[in-house]
């Protein structure tokens, strides 16, 4: 079966062949692409065992040359290419403004990576980054039991469990506290203002 046939180009040659050549295995590369991305993330997996960079951490100067870049550079070439030559464009302009394309394809793509992974890096939370701050009582403290404080972590507020480092201590809704330590991922506070010869 000849695909090019199947899409309606079974009549190109010369340029407009490299140009269709592009813009199918880009499309098909795609598609390909968003269906492992439906099926549960398995295109990572997959692309690790094939040594293909899709690590968002990477310096941006790699980022453009991940699988989905290519990808992208690939699709756009093809489509832009083509498009133009097909319309009596010369071929030289054809060619310059499908490289043209595709490379903002690319940079646009590793742009688009740089953005999701700072959301992804400052949702990352480090609760660790919480001792030593200053909370409100959200949910009161019992002496023994577990409430809630709301105390900012990396720029943000956050509402998480807390205990009293003293077992007898009791906080109300409202009252100001200070984180001293985290134990089992819960907040252990003291009293704004106590100092540590004061404990």
Same mark, same amino acid.
């Given at each position: 079966m000849d695909l090019f046939e199947w899409v309606g180009l079974g009549d190109v040659t010369g340029l407009d062949l490299l140009f269709?050549? !592009?813009a199918l295995v880009?499309? &098909? &590369? $795609?598609i390909a692409w968003f269906f492992l991305l439906m099926i549960g993330g398995l !295109?990572?997996? &997959?692309l690790d065992g094939v040594g293909v960079d899709v690590d968002m951490g990477a310096d941006l100067s %790699?980022?453009? %040359? *991940? $699988?989905?870049?290519?990808? !992208? %550079?690939v699709l756009m070439f093809g489509l832009v290419g083509l498009a133009l030559s097909r319309s009596d464009m010369h071929q030289m302009v054809a060619l310059l403004a499908g490289t043209a394309a595709g490379g903002a394809s690319m940079w646009t793509m590793g742009k688009m990576f740089q953005v999701f992974y700072s959301v992804q890096s400052s949702g990352n939370m480090n609760i660790d980054n919480a001792v030593g701050m200053n909370g409100t009582v959200y949910m009161r403290i019992k002496p023994g039991e577990v409430g809630q404080i709301q105390v900012e972590v990396q720029g943000a507020m956050r509402t998480l469990d807390a205990v009293a480092k003293d077992p007898e201590a009791y906080f109300k809704s409202g009252? *100001?506290? *200070?984180?001293?330590?985290?134990? !089992?991922?819960?907040?252990v506070v003291i009293p704004y203002g106590q100092t540590s010869e004061s404990e």
């Open positions: 269709a050549s !592009a880009g499309g &098909l &590369l $795609f !295109a990572g997996g &997959l %790699f980022k453009a %040359f *991940t $699988f989905q870049g290519i990808v !992208a %550079f009252d *100001t506290v *200070t984180v001293k330590e985290i134990i !089992a991922g819960r907040m």
